[in-house]
Every structure is written in C-alpha cells, then in structure tokens.
C-alpha cells in the first residue's frame, strides 16, 4: 500500500479511506495539462492594430477587436479604420465580420472584412497576416497586414 512521506495525507485530510480521491484528482490534473499542451490546443490569435497617443501612432496587437486602424504592411501610414465589428470563429483559420468603414472627412461605408493566413508571433501566439476586405458594393481587395511586432 502506498505511503506519503511526513505524514502528507494528513495534510491534504486523506485518510486511509480518502486515498484513492488522491490518486483521482491527478489523473483529472493530468488530463488537463495533457488537453491544454495537445498540438490541437488553441494559442491566443492577435491583429495588428494602431493607437494614436501623445501625437504618436504605435502598432498592437489586438485580440478581437472592436474597432480598430489595421496597421497594413508598406501601405497608409493612418491604416484602415473599421469599427463596429463583430467577429465569427475568432482564432480560428479564418475568420470574418462586418462592420464599418470610416473614411477621409468621416465617410462611412458598410464592410465585410476577412482575416486569415496565419502566423506566429513569438512570445504571443499567431497573427493574422491578410485581409480581404470589401467596402460598400465595391469589390473585394487582398490587404497585407503586418506581421509580428
């Protein structure tokens, strides 16, 4: 029969009739730390956004944003406002939402946006790296987004 060294049954209140719940409890933690280390298992998936402070632009990384400018790869320095999203299979491959475009001089339009090709970001997770965008009835263009800050 198995003993606990220094009398640690006693302090976790194991008796010698509570022993096997022990022996249960590891298995379940063991399962989960198992579960949440698969390859499967889902990282935290990110955008690149800007925020404006102090007269500044820096670039983020967003999970699931709300609103924001995509920081878009050798594109406008200002990037692309949408605001009043609501996302679908979020972290997913790819993943979709409308919202609204905000243009110069406050134009807004409808858009449908498009967020995959994923890729990771050390010490974050994965980023997402395209965007297909279409704004009103226009057509859909491909965006490259930045990658990893």
């Given at each position: 029969?198995?003993?606990?060294?220094?009398?640690?049954?006693?302090?976790?209140?194991?008796?010698?009739?509570?022993?096997?719940?022990?022996?249960?409890?590891?298995?379940?933690?063991?399962?989960?730390?198992?579960?949440?280390?698969?390859?499967?298992?889902?990282?935290?998936?990110?955008?690149?956004?800007?925020?404006?402070?102090?007269?500044?632009?820096?670039?983020?990384?967003?999970?699931?944003?709300?609103?924001?400018?995509?920081?878009?790869?050798?594109?406008?320095?200002?990037?692309?406002?949408i605001r009043d999203m609501a996302w679908r299979d979020w972290g997913s491959a790819k993943t979709t939402s409308g919202g609204?475009?905000?243009?110069?001089?406050?134009?807004?339009?409808?858009?449908?946006?498009?967020?995959?090709?994923?890729?990771?970001?050390?010490?974050?997770?994965?980023i997402y790296t395209r965007m297909s965008l279409k704004i009103g009835g226009g057509a859909a263009q491909i965006v490259k987004?930045?990658?990893?800050?």
């Open positions: 029969m198995a003993s606990f060294p220094l009398g640690l049954e006693f302090m976790l209140g194991l008796g010698t009739k509570r022993r096997g719940h022990l022996f249960v409890m590891a298995g379940v933690i063991a399962w989960f730390l198992v579960a949440a280390t698969a390859p499967g298992a889902s990282a935290a998936t990110y955008v690149s956004c800007i925020r404006y402070s102090d007269g500044n632009t820096y670039e983020v990384l967003v999970k699931k944003p709300n609103s924001c400018s995509f920081y878009v790869e050798n594109g406008t320095p200002d990037g692309i406002h609204t475009y905000v243009g110069n001089m406050n134009t807004r339009r409808p858009a449908r946006l498009t967020l995959y090709r994923k890729r990771p970001c050390t010490g974050y997770g994965d987004l930045a990658r990893c800050v």
